[in-house]
T-cell receptor, first 117, second 114 residues
Framework: AQTVTQSQPEMSVQEAETVTLSCTYD???????LFWYKQPPSRQMILVIR??????QNATENRFSVNFQKAAKSFSLKISDSQLGDAAMYFC??????????????FGKGTKLTVNP | AAGVIQSPRHLIKEKRETATLKCYPI?????VYWYQQGPGQDPQFLIS???????DKGSIPDRFSAQQFSDYHSELNMSSLELGDSALYFC?????????????FGSGTQLSVL
């Protein structure tokens, strides 16, 4: 079974600075998807960024980028120019490449990010 | 754009009562997932349905059951409620397109068991 580990329960960053959230995972599969989800106090689960394992190029979405190291099974999230609205719980998640309704997500325990003004 | 709709948003029940949570996926989405997120916890997969058939099962108690109807909406039925069932229950939907699906989450139903 796949597992996802987020070793940082809490992180803080100054507004406009850069912060990196860590995530490692364990799998025997060669193809899969990795995600970062943001959960603000409203508890809505919001997709931040997605990475396909077969792609070597790291995904980027505006101020959000990942450092995907497949051999090391590492998938960190970098947030540049941090904003107050980035404060939230961030979950790293893994999904197998299957079809027909078995694409469940396996989540890490989450990292609570605080942005200081 | 239409999103995943969950009802009710909040639900308060007593121990040993039953509860029914509803999920309306995005139109044309054929797959529904249910997740349970306890206080301060990560979401845990409960069950999924593809084309109205159960497709995968996670750590769902025997007291819970779920189904997907002909209009693709899904209901999670919870009986003999326990205090530990208090959690945020997410529904997510996707459309099966060969492994590249994105999951879209609803806003969740907050269940409180007193």
């Amino acid at each position: 079974a796949q597992t996802v580990t987020q070793s940082q329960p809490e992180m803080s960053v100054q507004e406009a600075e850069t912060v990196t959230l860590s995530c490692t995972y364990d799998t025997s599969e060669s193809d899969y998807y990795l995600f970062w989800y943001k959960q603000p106090p409203s508890r809505q689960m919001i997709l931040v960024i997605r990475q396909e394992a077969y792609k070597q190029q790291n995904a980027t979405e505006n101020r959000f980028s990942v450092n995907f190291q497949k051999a090391a099974k590492s998938f960190s999230l970098k947030i540049s120019d941090s904003q107050l609205g980035d404060a939230a719980m961030y979950f790293c998640a893994y999904r197998s490449v299957t079809q027909g309704g078995s694409e469940k997500l396996v989540f890490g325990k989450g990292t609570k990010l605080t942005v200081n003004p | 754009a239409a999103g995943v709709i969950q009802s009710p948003r909040h639900l308060i029940k007593e121990k040993r009562e039953t509860a029914t949570l509803k999920c309306y996926p995005i139109p044309r989405h054929d797959t529904v997932y249910w997740y349970q997120q306890g206080p301060g916890q990560d979401p845990q997969f409960l069950i999924s349905f593809y084309e109205k058939m159960q497709s995968d099962k996670g750590s769902i108690p025997d007291r819970f059951s779920a189904q997907q109807f002909s209009d693709y909406h899904s209901e999670l039925n919870m009986s003999s409620l326990e205090l530990g069932d208090s959690a945020l229950y997410f529904c997510a939907s996707s459309i099966s397109t060969g492994g590249n699906e994105k999951l879209f989450f609803g806003s969740g139903t907050q269940l409180s068991v007193l």
